[in-house]
Structures are given as C-alpha cells and as structure tokens.
C-alpha cells in the first residue's frame, strides 16, 4: 500500500538527503501542488507568491524569518477549517497573522501555512439598554470598530491601538489606557468564533465550551484560529479633556502614576518616556478625564496633588481622542525592535527599573513606558499577573540602529525578563524573549494543567502557532 509521507517526515527525508548530497523525490513544489489539489473550492485566495510569502516571514520586530509555503487568505471561517483539516492529515503547522505586530517571529511557520486574518474583518454593532455589543471579524483593525461604534454613541471599554487586529489584542490580553481600571480587552469579551486545532467551527462563551473560551482569551492561539469576536460596548463620552505632565524623572513620574491608579480620578491614564531634543530621555503622565458636553472636568481637581514640572492641556471630541495615535511611526521602519513588556509587583519596580536606568548596557537604545494597574480589574486565568494590588507595566521600547548585534539585544532581553521573573514579575505575552516549555509552565505556574489540557483536547496533533515555543513538535 502506498504511504502518504506527512510534511514532518519529509523534512526528516529532506536533511538526510542534504547530508548525502541527493535530492530527495518529494520537492517543496511537490508540496505546494498537494495543497491547491486538496484546497479547493475556497472562498477566499491560496497564494504562493514570493511577495506575500516574503511578508509572512516578517513582523514588527524584523528579527526573526520563517518562510512558509502558502499564505491563505479566507474568505470565511470554513477555508480556515479546510486548511487547519488539512494540516493535521499531513503534519504541518499554521499560524494566524493579523497585523503582525509580534517581536519574535511568533506569527510565523517555517513551511508551513500562514493565514492572512485580513479579509476577516466584518464589523457589526448592536446596541441595547446596558449599552450594546460588537460583532467584529478578527481581521479587523481597532479604528474602523471604535467608527462604527462611536456613530451609536458606544465605545468598547479598553482600546488598544488601533492599527492592531482585534484577533491580535484578543490572544495575547490586549490592554489600553484604560486597563488600569478596567482590565485588559479579554475581561469584556463576551463570545468567540473559532476554528479548533482539528479544524472543527466552534463557538464559546463562559456559558459554553467556557474551557475553550478561557484557553483562547489571551491564550496565543494554541487551541484554535479566532475568526469572530464579540465584545461588550459601554456608552462613549463626548468629549475628553486630555492633560499632559511633563517630569524631570522616571521615578516621580511613576509615583503620580500610582497615586493615579489608586484614586481613579482619570479615565485614560498612561506613562511614557520620550527623547530630549537635546539628548537623553523625559517622561511624562497622561491623564484623560471623558465628560458630556457641557460638563467640563475642573482641571485643577484633576492635577492637585502631583509633582509634574509642567503640564498642558486640551479639550477633544471623543473622536479625536481616539484618533490622535492613528499612524505608528515605529511600525513603518525597517530597523529591528525587540520590544519587551513586563508587569512587576509595585513594591519592586524602583529596585528593578533603576537598575536598568542606572546602567548604560541595559539601558542603550531604550525609551521606556509605563502603566501603574490595579490588579483587582484584570481577572482572565491566562493573563498572569503579580500578586499585589498595584502592578506596574514596564515596556522596554528599543529600536536598534542598523549593524547592532541583535543577538546580544536578545540575550539582554532574556537576562532583564528572568530578573523580573525572580522579583514576583511576569513577562506580558508579546515580548522578544525566548522561551521554552520550562519557561511557559513556569510562568503560567497553577494554571498550566488547563492550558495543557486544552491543548490535548482542541489540537492533539498541534498544528498550530508554534512560534511561542510552548509546545515543541
């Protein structure tokens, strides 16, 4: 009987054949004709070309390249289950891209098959008296659902930015300035839409298939390929009175940061560092307070209290508010950013982050920003976080000037990430720091049984997203 040789198997034949100088019988064309034979009938497109495989094999970070075979790009969720079908007859693996903001090649598969999410990006808004819900393809960016919501008067809770896809924020948590007292994006989601790591259309909710559910919420797409999002929309304000402090210095400005969180005076409320036209790098607070015309905030109550060495201050419609970010300058250059987010228990974040500062190695090519949360408001079991009531998000921003060794950048990442580890910290999902499945059981520590045991049940051959390392073929 004739024995179909699974794609794992080949690569298997394919070394040997290298080390003997052969070639072996079944070629990478081979495979790609056996995809469009078994693929058909799609609603949506199976390329092969150069250009959309070139981009599949890069990301935000541009610092790892794993070139697939195919990019499908679905027309629906059935094209996805044909594929994922097809991926588990024949061993390869398939991963989901939606904007491609990973920093360490976790969005792509070495001849395998990348999905491109961006035909998947529907949006439909259904208001109701507790405010409403939206209906989003998870191809969707975040700008084009706050526009639809926004014309009902509704907004979604917490807004990441809103160049990414809504799949992206959902797998990895997805936070926003609005997190530190409402949680991430994956405490508001009230269903998925998913294709299954056996290619079956599931949908979950806390009322069904909940194991599922709470596997995806900021899950990485071990259990499956989201295809449909809905989320909880709350009213949207119509105006914003948006403040700006400006500090002498990261320490006090993260101290108003976690007066900030504590109080709650402040609807958005967020810390960035940025560099001096002069050299070196000033930090400020952002403090956002949303209102219905006409009852604008009193500015002084707003600011009373903090140490910010000056400040400035401006009314927006809502729309503006949410629109005032739309371009990501990082996002269009070609130089490499192995960007790195962490969240540290605030009773060691001096100790931490002034050991970064304090060092010119640690600190080079380094613009940091920061969050202070309240930990009560972030309840999703896969988003781990530290055990204390005020937690600080620390992103390490670097963007590398051309020719810097990015290997050494990336054992940095792993040296600052285990420090943080051992402080009570937890590295955020998206981050350019290597891990194994040591590393994941560890951070996921009393939870990892069900992560495991979701990824048994829903992709028992995993086939799918391997680029996190969490569990190796």
Known sequence: MERRISRRDFGKLAGGAALLGLQPSWSFPAFGQSLRNDLKDLRGELSFDDSALKAAADDFGHVVHKKPVAVLRPGDAQDIAKLVQYANRQGIKVAMRGQGHA????????????IDSSNLNSVRIVKSDAGGIAEIGAGSKWHPVLMAANAQKLTVPVIADTFLSVGGTISTGGFGVTTY?????????????????????????????????????????????????????????????????????????????????????????????????????????????????????????????????????AVMTYEQYFRREEICAPCSTPLQKPFVYLCIPAS??????????????????????????????????????????????????????AGTDTQSMITL????????????????????????????????????????????????????????????A
């Not at 408001?377 to 988003?383: F, G």
């Open 103 to 114: 920093f360490l090649g976790q969005t792509q598969v070495e001849d395998g098959v990348v």
């Open 181 to 313: 007292n409402l949680g991430l994006q994956v405490d508001h989601v009230q269903e998925l839409e998913l294709v299954t790591g056996e290619g079956q259309i599931v949908t979950c909710s806390d009322e069904r298939n909940s194991d599922l559910f709470n596997a995806m919420l900021g899950g990485l797409g071990q259990c499956g390929i989201v295809t449909k999002v809905v989320i909880r929309l709350v009213a949207a304000p119509t105006n914003v009175l948006f403040i700006k402090m400006d500090y002498d210095d990261f320490q006090t400005a993260s101290d108003d940061l976690a007066l900030l969180a504590k109080d709650g005076r402040f609807h958005h409320l967020d810390g960035r560092g940025a560099g001096r036209p002069g050299g070196g790098v000033g930090y400020y607070v952002e403090g956002g307070a949303f209102y219905d015309a006409p009852n604008t905030p009193d500015e002084a109550k707003l600011t009373a209290g903090l140490k910010f060495a000056k400040k400035t201050a």
């Open 348 to 401: 060691r974040y001096a100790q931490y982050t002034a050991g970064i500062l304090g060092s010119p190695t640690e600190s080079a090519f380094l613009v940091p920003r920061m969050s202070a949360w309240r930990r009560n408001a972030i309840k999703r079991p896969l988003t781990r976080m530290p055990n204390e009531d005020i937690i600080y998000r620390f992103q390490l921003s670097r963007v590398l000037p």
């Open 413 to 472: 990442n792993r040296t600052l990430y285990e420090r943080a580890r051992d402080m009570g910290g937890f590295r955020m999902t998206s981050s350019a720091v290597p891990m194994t499945q040591a590393d994941w059981m560890r951070h996921y520590g009393p939870v990892w049984p069900s992560v495991e045991a979701a990824k048994k049940k829903y992709d028992p051959k995993n086939v799918l997203t391997p680029g996190h390392g969490m569990f190796p």
